[in-house]
């Protein structure tokens, strides 16, 4: 897949500096500081004619070897016309992890960014309704951190027990 | 009258009576939450026919049944939703835990799933396996079967006895801290204590 028009509209509406592209078998990867993320997806949907969120996810770089910054927020976007896809990836790091909002650029957005910030606890502003979408509303932290243990820690236990004699 | 029965003898003969209808006529409410649940099904239908056993009149309201099946994983999510279930059901009732996922929470021992049901309602039987086969299952019920005639009671004597818990300790207690893997890193940042009950 050629992605030299995609290139050409970020260069114009970003700048040379603002962006690292990097590419692995056929995943084209475009590296943006969470600063420019926004100007980038807006760009690479107005422009460069990327319509569709195809899916939106983070990755936790705690103690990955030569990773400078903690999480990693993935926007994979798809050109329905073309079937051209890109993978934009941007940086956040403790300790308030925040990234403005796509929703309004992608209405699909809403749920991939409650489920991100229900995992990972990274807050998207501008979200209209950000709650937890898969972990009970009293769940306090953020289970696909890294530093989060693997058996759990106490919420799993904090139910009332129902003994035979009284049900 | 000649012979007046003795108070005793006559309630055990109406307990016997009790235990014999309800044993063989268990109507099992399916809390089937996961891959459990398609052999509970089978179980159900005809090539297994759990109506040989008078328990094939599984209904979906807890307000008709008097035997949960809890067939697979349960989360934190729908602890208390299985719980109102239980409380929804009438006297007398029972509770089968089937497969690993909710009798010890399998294979899944992650931030999610709860670690055995019996943490959280009474269990009776359980049935290991994952998933249990069919012929478990069956076994399950006529164990049920057995202990409902032999300790069954016409008001229900027998449950007013199990007064505490019939649990393990919460899993935060039972471990020892080492065993509470954590990955180096801020605890502080990802998790906060929870109350222990
Ligand atoms: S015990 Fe096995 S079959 Fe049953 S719910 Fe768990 S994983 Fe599925």
Known sequence: ?167 | MAVRPNENFLITQLDWLANFVRANSLWPMPFATACCGIELMATASSRYDLARFGSEAIRFSPRQCDLMIVAGRVVMKMVPVMQRIWLQMPEPKWCISMGACASSGGVFDTYAVVQGIDRFIPVDVYVPGCPPRPEQLIRAVLDIQEKVKRQGTLLGREFEERKAPERPRPLALELAPSEKIVAPGSVRTATQEWDVN
């Open chain 1, 1 to 167: 897949m050629d992605h030299r028009s995609t290139l050409s509209v970020l260069r114009s509406q970003l700048g040379e500096q603002a962006f690292v592209t990097s590419e692995f078998r056929d995943n084209f990867r475009i590296e943006v500081p969470a600063e420019r993320v926004l100007d980038a997806l807006l760009a690479l949907k107005d422009q460069a004619g990327f319509d569709m969120l195809a899916e939106l996810t983070a990755v936790d770089y705690l103690h990955y070897p030569n990773a400078r910054d903690r999480y990693g927020v993935v926007y994979c976007l798809l050109n329905t016309t073309t079937g051209e896809r890109v993978f934009v990836k941007t940086f956040v790091n403790d300790p308030d992890p925040c990234l403005p909002s796509v929703f309004p650029l992608w209405k699909g957005a809403d749920w991939l960014e409650r489920e991100v910030y229900d995992m990972f606890g990274i807050v998207f502003e501008g979200h209209p309704d950000l709650r937890r979408i898969l972990l009970p509303e009293g769940f306090r932290s953020y289970p696909l951190r890294k530093d989060y243990p693997l058996r759990g820690r106490l919420e799993r236990h904090n139910f009332p027990v129902i003994p035979r004699a009284e049900s």
